[in-house]
């Protein structure tokens, strides 16, 4: 079976795909799911991606009957075949890497489990994922933005007040846009200006803000907050127009709008404002382990990557400035 296509039409077939499996492999995909959700506690995000590409494979080893679907039917060459085929319809090295991972949990969890008599994943090779650098702002186009929600929130109106809160501690901290909207009134210690997150896996961290975010955020929960406040609103730091908490959708338009009126600054979203915060707190004299433990990053490999950021624009301003470059 080729593999699905891409998007909500990959989505839409997997999720076919995974009701034509015989009950039994249909069961042991259900235990999968409530091993990841709850022992390995992940984000609903990543428990769909790992499902879908478990299903995905199954699927692939049925050929075209996913009513024979068997685990016991993956092997090395199963699981080679599936990422040629994937590769052949077009998917990306980073793509292919991450379902290649994908696999080996799966097999790993089965074999331990014993659905299968021998675990091939360790023995399956994938493409190195390509590291590309993130695209950020400069420290001046930083400054443009969030001078450009100041002037948005002067009247006072509550969205425009959390709208500038919102991009002022983003930048602030570099937390992710999940951690951002999964915040509570009582995750904000004002006192030390430290925020508490709820991170990938569970891990707990605290991240400090400056003074703007802390003018920002006094004057929306002083101010802006009550008047969206509805009787059933959560204990959310952040509400929506109607109430409840936030959504990472309207944080995502949000910060593509606020920056889109910076003159020459690349199209980013919250993560972008993310990788900024990290390359100028490195640019400033930071060092990677104070990075990493700001950003939640498990391991230091991730936060390596800013490294690479400051490298390139160093040598950019080197060629543009230098009478010998």
Not at 187 to 216: C, H, M, N, Q, W
Request: aromatic share 4%.
């Amino acid at each position: 079976m080729s593999p699905p296509p891409h998007g909500r039409t990959r989505r839409v077939d997997l999720v076919r795909l995974r009701e034509k499996l015989p009950a039994s492999v249909a069961d042991v995909v259900r235990q999968y799911e409530r091993h990841l959700t709850l022992e390995r506690d992940l984000s609903p995000h990543t428990v769909r991606a790992y499902i879908g590409d478990s299903v995905a494979l199954l699927g692939h080893v049925a050929g075209n009957k996913p009513e024979n679907a068997d685990v016991g039917r993956i092997d090395l060459t199963s699981l080679r075949s599936w990422l040629a085929a994937q590769r052949t319809a077009g998917a990306s090295r980073t793509t292919l890497a991450r379902r290649a991972a994908a696999a080996r949990t799966f097999t790993a969890w089965a074999h331990r489990m014993g659905h299968l008599a021998a675990d091939p994943g360790p023995r399956l090779a994938a493409p190195r994922p390509h590291r590309t650098l993130p695209s950020v702002l400069r420290a001046d186009q930083a400054k443009d933005a969030m001078a450009a929600i100041s002037s948005g929130a002067s009247e006072g109106d509550p969205v425009a007040l959390r709208d500038q809160a919102v991009v002022e501690l983003l930048y602030a901290t570099g937390i992710r846009v999940a951690e951002l909207c999964g915040l509570d009134l009582d995750d904000v210690d004002y006192s030390l200006r430290v925020i508490r997150v709820l991170g990938k896996g569970g891990r707990e961290r605290s991240t400090p803000f400056g003074v703007p975010a802390e003018r920002a955020l006094r004057r929306w929960v002083d101010e802006g907050r009550n008047a969206l406040v509805a009787p059933d609103s959560p204990p959310a730091l952040f509400l929506g127009a109607r109430g409840g908490r936030l959504n990472q959708r309207a944080v995502r338009s949000l910060v593509h709008d606020v920056v889109a009126v910076v003159p020459d600054a690349p199209d980013i979203g919250p993560h972008g404002l993310r990788h900024s915060a990290a390359t100028h707190l490195l640019e400033g004299g930071a060092d990677l382990r104070t990075v990493q433990e700001l950003l939640g990053h498990a391991t230091l490999a991730t936060t390596q990557l800013y490294t690479h950021v400051t490298v390139e624009r160093l040598k950019a301003i080197h060629d543009r400035t230098h009478p010998r470059s």
